[in-house]
């Protein structure tokens, strides 16, 4: 999510200001400011598998014999703490990190990563993005390329499997969807699944229309995961709460009708700011968190080949 990302770099640049113009604060205070505040927390899912909670995506980690394999990697500020709170649950190296897609709250401790050792893997269109400096409309702002040490090592443009800790774990790329780079990950034998940003549970969700998403493709993803999960099928959302099958359908069919309503509203000629005014989805609303009812009309309307600017 990019406003995080905005958000997150104005709350440093708060701080820094706040220590500069006030001389007069107590050694106390000046001490609590330095402490660096716990904000990476673990939750056992499973036998070795866990979630990593905090600002930015979950976390995805399995542990055993063969090491540490790791589902995204929140924002880099954050390295040593996703690091510390790994090390506290095994004495195992982080052998591979796998990134669901390239946004900065997915990726940004990928080269804290490879110092410690770990092989970044993600689909072949995370690393160009990385590369990449392009227009994100939807924001109005230029998406910088990463530093090169930040960038995928192995990638692939399908699917691959893992054999690793004895699961058979499944990477599995599903086309334009949140990204034009997203993976999904299912381990088979734990009957888990990490959808990355493919799913926001509990919110309107973010599509980077820009970076080549749809809502069509977001939609097409979590079908794929209904179809192949069950009842006791544990469900990690890019954004929000554990999730299970049922969550997982209510989502999609909220995403259909949003979908729907939409391409209706166009086919009948109105435009993005006559349905914004309608408030077409005001029956959404109480889904407005980091996307706003305003801002799923503009990812529906994108998605369906609307343009906001020409
Ligand atoms: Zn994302």
Known sequence: MLRNLLLASGAVSIIACSNSTTPDATAAEQSETAEVRKEIFSEKLGEGLYL????????????????????DDKFDRFADQIIGEIASLTDQPI??????????????????????????????????????????????????ATDPSKWPTL???????????????KAVH???????????????????????DNYFNGMFPYVDVDGGGTLQGMIAAQSKVIEHSDENTQII????????????????D??????????????????????????????????SGFIDEDGMVTIAFRS?????KE
């Not at 990593?52 to 394999?69: A, K, R």
């Not at 990638?155 to 774990?169: A, C, E, I, L, P």
């Not at 509203?265 to 109480?286: F, I, P, R």
């Open 95 to 144: 052998r591979y990190v796998i990134n669901t897609h390239y946004h900065g709250d997915h990726t940004g401790a990928n080269a804290e990563m490879k110092q410690v050792g770990a092989t970044i893997v993600a689909h072949d269109n995370v690393r160009s993005r990385m590369g990449m400096t392009f227009e994100n409309l939807q924001w109005g702002r230029t998406i910088e």
């Open 237 to 252: 959302p890019g954004h929000g709460p554990m999730a299970n099958r049922e969550d997982l359908i209510q989502s999609r």
């Open 304 to 308: 369906l080949g609307g343009k906001i």
């Open 155 to 169: 990638t692939f443009s399908d699917k691959m499997t893992f054999h690793f800790n004895g699961q058979t774990v």
């Open 52 to 71: 990593l909670t905090g600002p930015g995506g979950n976390i995805g980690v399995s542990i055993g014999d063969d090491g540490v394999f790791v589902i």
């Open 174 to 196: 599903v086309p334009s969807a949140h990204t034009d780079g997203d993976t999904i990950i299912h381990f088979k034998e734990a009957n888990l699944v990490h959808m990355g």
């Open 254 to 287: 909220i995403l259909q009708t949003i979908h729907d309503r939409i391409k209706s509203e166009m086919a009948a000629g109105s435009s993005l700011d006559q349905m914004k005014t309608k408030k077409v989805l005001s029956d959404y609303n109480h889904l």
